[in-house]
């Protein structure tokens, strides 16, 4: 068989993994792709460890029993990984060896935009159709209004952010509260409009120091002492620590504490949302390989799936609206 990109076949035996940074919700996918190849009648493998489970040919087939149990748990039934093997043409040359030796000839990569790269690269090189769905809690990824895991994370995240308020209360400290995102600000910005921050610092927008510090003592001088500060991981002072060090260096009076949330935004059980997009775009996916799609990423937009072509599912930094930093200011005087 020709090794090189042509005219896609019927796919009959799709593979599927999960790439790059986990997210919750990429077990209900893994599940949808799973029972919707199995209702078509398609052979279905599931590869361990993202793109290192190809090179090692850590590869299992799997049916509708496999998934059972796996719709509510959080992480990855199949692992994920990054590999740097795949980047070298030999590696993926290994990796399409391998799944050819096992009739593979249609793959659904779960994972961000690195993920959709190497995809795309070795679609273009194998006569191996690749669709991708978005999982990252991050949602920083171009052609979908949703990404599997973000709804989860900002709902941990606001959980966690809830019980340093009760703590900040008590104590009338200001707290500065680092989440993740990494260089986007979504989490942040959807965490601290949802628990009242009086300030949210993300990498989309600059932020006037002058102005925060200003803000904060007016606040001190109006006995307002309970004070939240959201800051997204990549924002540009570095995250809560450094952000912390400023303030207090400018207002030595106030009692200023740093909590980072860190890891607990990538676990735990997936949200209803993250639960129910995970689900359709895992059906879609499958749909998408049986109609002769190929090198597209599955995504939500206006409610409807969308498809964009892999090489487009770049990471994106969406807009943040003058409206809703305007909402931040209002709602927290
Ligand atoms: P994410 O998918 O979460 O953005 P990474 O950027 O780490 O995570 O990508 C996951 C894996 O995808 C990498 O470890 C590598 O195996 C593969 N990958 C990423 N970028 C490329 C690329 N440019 N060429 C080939 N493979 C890539």
Redesign the pocket.
């Known amino acids: 068989m020709n090794s090189k990109k042509g005219t896609h076949k019927k796919v009959t035996k799709i593979g599927v993994l999960t ?3 986990d997210s919750p919700g990429m077990n209900a996918c893994i599940r949808a792709v799973v029972r919707t190849s199995r209702y078509y009648g398609m052979d279905v493998f599931g590869i361990v460890r ?3 489970g190809m090179l090692d040919s850590d590869i299992n087939e799997m049916d509708s029993r496999s998934v059972a149990n796996i719709i509510q748990r959080g992480g990855t039934i199949l692992k994920t ?8 043409p030999q ?2 040359k290994k990796a399409y060896e391998n799944l050819k030796k096992k009739g593979i000839d249609g793959l659904v990569i779960i ?12 679609s273009n090189e194998y006569d191996i159709p690749c669709i991708g769905i978005p ?2 809690i991050d949602k920083d990824i171009a052609g979908t209004d949703f990404t599997i895991g973000f709804d989860t994370a900002v709902n941990t995240a606001i959980e966690s952010i809830d019980k340093i308020r009760d703590t900040a209360d008590a104590h009338d400290r200001l707290f500065i509260i680092e989440v993740m995102g990494r260089d986007a600000g979504y989490i942040a910005l959807h965490s601290g409009i949802a628990t009242g921050a009086e300030h949210i610092l993300i990498p989309e927008r600059k932020t006037d120091m002058e102005a925060l510090v200003a803000s904060l003592e007016e606040k001190e001088k109006r006995k307002k002492l309970v004070n939240l500060v959201v800051v997204a991981e990549g924002d540009e002072f570095g995250g809560g620590n450094e952000v912390a060090k400023t303030i207090k260096s400018r207002l030595p009076n106030l009692d200023v504490r740093v909590a980072i949330l860190g890891h607990i935004q990538r676990g735990g059980s997936p949200t209803c949302l993250d639960r129910l997009i995970a689900s359709r775009m895992g059906y879609s996916a499958v749909e998408c390989l049986m109609e002769g799609k190929h090198n597209v990423m599955v995504g939500i937009m206006n409610n409807r799936m969308h498809y964009t072509p892999l090489n487009n599912a770049v ?1 994106a930094k969406q807009k943040v609206s003058e409206e809703w930093m305007k909402i931040v200011k209002i709602l927290a005087s």
């Open positions: 790439s790059g940074g993202g793109y290192q990984a990054r590999c740097l093997e795949f980047y070298e590696g993926r994972g961000g935009d690195g993920s959709f790269r190497g995809a795309q690269l070795f999982g990252t990471k």
